[in-house]
């Protein structure tokens, strides 16, 4: 049976327009309804549990090396219909801008995303050529390549992925930090912290840097090493790019615009930190000697493709980059002359946007150099971009670059900087005040622009905002990751951890909602506040 839609009328200065009626077969609106409901209708909750189940079951199958029963859950992890849905719902989940690929397909509708979700299978399946596009690279004229897959391709990255990162997390490194679930640069930073923090810690570090990570990793070593099915995988490392309308193939590395190219990093990397340990902690009878971790004092740091070695003296750390050397030639690797460097802690090195340097025998981290020009030249060209701008316009960017870059920083020495920072962005916002009106006088800029908040004057806001000061921000140390808890089989751990840390931030930003919910709720009575602002 068809439906007819209706005729439609426009008016436009007394004309009418007649719009052709068209004749759509009611299946297919069916059909649209039903794959819109089916989405918007999953129980996530669900899905994620049973995915997990199977991941658990992998991860204790690797533990225990059978390896035939961890290719057999593979198998039904990647054909499942619950994989598939989560595996399509990851890459339309960039909250930042959607970039397709080469088939400009985007999946921004549910049906969509349904549709996607059913065909996604690895019967006859061929990755598509990425789309290839150059990122800036802070600090240099160099720029960075992006492989950007098609959607279809992203999904199924992300398919294999789900089946990949148990062992990934299994078999990896105790001290690898980059791109791993419950894992970030914070914990990284922590490591590094603990040892050198003490008086007889070691006081030479090398500094590693593997040159284009991403982009030289030996495809015969991934196809011989990673676990998973070979003939997808071949697909994903020999899709070739698209350049300039031009097709290009890749004889090596891994899309840095891949889901699934940070597990295949790391496990390309893995193996490191063993090396050192043979060498350097254990006897000749393979146990692990006290005696020998102190003589040499060599710990081992990495996060993603950077990473740190201590050493008790220099000839030490010289000898364990030719050791890291060898171990990446087969990886199709090197390190890079220009950023592998071995310091003094006495001189500072900067790992991850901080420094970390011994002053008078005492370990401080502070923010980086490089970490405080790179956000004060992302703030000035803001303010300066922003002449025309309404005041509360220019908060509500600023906001959002100050309250990211001081979460990051404040679980490090950061006060002191916090400080210079707001003299800075101080400066700047008077500048930018006075441009705006070079016939007022400084007094009448500063009352239309600063105002007095609470107990605190100087303050650059309006009626609905306020800038966000740095200063305020309350230092809060990092709770200590127990190194050989897996995410997959301690997750109580983890997610007691997070909890914890949320608690310590909560303490410092009790007085804050406190604040706004006054000024939402203004009660009158007692019993108005205990209803309306329960805290």
Excluded at 313 to 321: L, S
Aim: net charge positive; hydrophobic share 35%; aromatic share 10%.
């Amino acid at each position: 049976m068809l439906t007819y839609s209706m005729v439609f009328y426009c008016v436009n200065e007394g004309k009418s327009m007649n719009v052709r009626n068209s004749i759509t077969p009611q299946g297919e609106k069916l059909t649209n309804m039903q794959l819109r409901n089916q989405w918007n209708n999953i129980d996530w909750i669900k899905v994620e549990k049973h995915i997990n189940r199977l991941q658990v079951r992998i991860t204790k199958a690797v533990k225990e090396g059978k390896w035939y029963l961890v290719k057999s859950l593979q198998y039904l992890l990647t054909h499942s219909y619950y994989a598939k849905l989560l595996a399509t719902r990851k890459p339309t989940q960039n909250k930042g801008k959607r970039t397709e690929g080469i088939d400009g397909e985007t999946w921004s509708s549910p049906e969509a995303k349904m549709k996607a979700a059913l065909k996604l299978t690895d019967k006859k399946y061929v990755a598509k050529p990425l789309k290839r596009v150059y990122i800036e690279k802070y600090g240099s004229t160099k720029k960075r390549p992006l492989g950007i897959p098609t959607m279809y391709d992203r999904a199924m990255q992300s398919l294999y992925a789900l089946a990949l990162e148990p062992i990934a997390e299994a078999t990896g490194d105790m001290r690898s930090f980059g791109f791993r679930k419950f894992r970030s640069t914070h914990d990284a930073c922590q490591q590094v912290f603990n040892c050198l923090c003490r008086e007889n810690s070691p006081k030479w570090v090398l500094e590693g840097d593997i040159k284009g990570c991403f982009d030289n990793i030996s495809h015969q070593w991934l196809i011989d090493n990673i676990p998973m099915d070979k003939s997808i995988l071949k697909q994903f490392l020999k899709a070739g790019y698209v350049f300039d309308r031009h097709l290009f193939q890749t004889e090596a590395g891994t899309p840095q615009g891949g889901i699934i190219s940070p597990i295949l990093a790391n496990i390309t990397l893995d193996g490191i930190e063993k090396l050192l340990a043979d060498k350097y902690h254990k006897s000749k009878s393979g146990k692990i000697n006290n005696h020998h971790a102190a003589k040499y004092n060599v710990n081992f740091s990495r996060y993603a493709d950077d990473f740190i070695v201590t050493a008790k003296t220099e000839e030490i750390a010289e000898e364990v980059k030719e050791l890291i050397k060898d171990f990446l030639v087969d990886r199709g690797l090197e390190l890079s002359d220009e950023k592998t460097l071995i310091t003094h802690i006495d001189t500072g090195f900067d790992f991850l946007g901080w420094n970390f340097r011994k002053y008078n025998g005492k370990l401080l981290v502070k923010p980086s150099k490089k970490s405080i020009e790179k956000v004060t030249k992302n703030i000035s060209d803001k303010i300066k971009r922003g002449k025309a701008w309404k005041q509360k316009d220019l908060i509500g960017i600023l906001n959002p670059i100050i309250t990211g870059w001081t979460n990051y920083h404040q679980t490090v020495m950061s006060s002191e900087t916090f400080h210079k920072m707001d003299y800075r962005i101080w400066n700047m916002l008077w500048h930018w005040a006075k441009r705006r009106h070079p016939d007022k006088s400084k007094h009448w800029i500063a009352r239309k622009y600063w105002h007095t908040v609470g107990s605190r004057n100087w303050v650059f806001s309006d009626e609905d905002k306020k800038l966000n000061l740095l200063s305020d921000t309350k230092i809060i140390r990092r709770n200590r990751l127990k190194l050989d808890m897996n995410p997959y089989l301690d997750n109580e751990y983890f997610v007691l951890r997070k909890i914890k840390q949320r608690a310590r931030k909560l303490t410092g930003m009790a007085n804050k909602v406190w604040d706004k919910t006054t000024k939402i709720c203004k009660p009158k009575t007692e019993i108005m506040t205990n209803n309306c602002c329960p805290i």
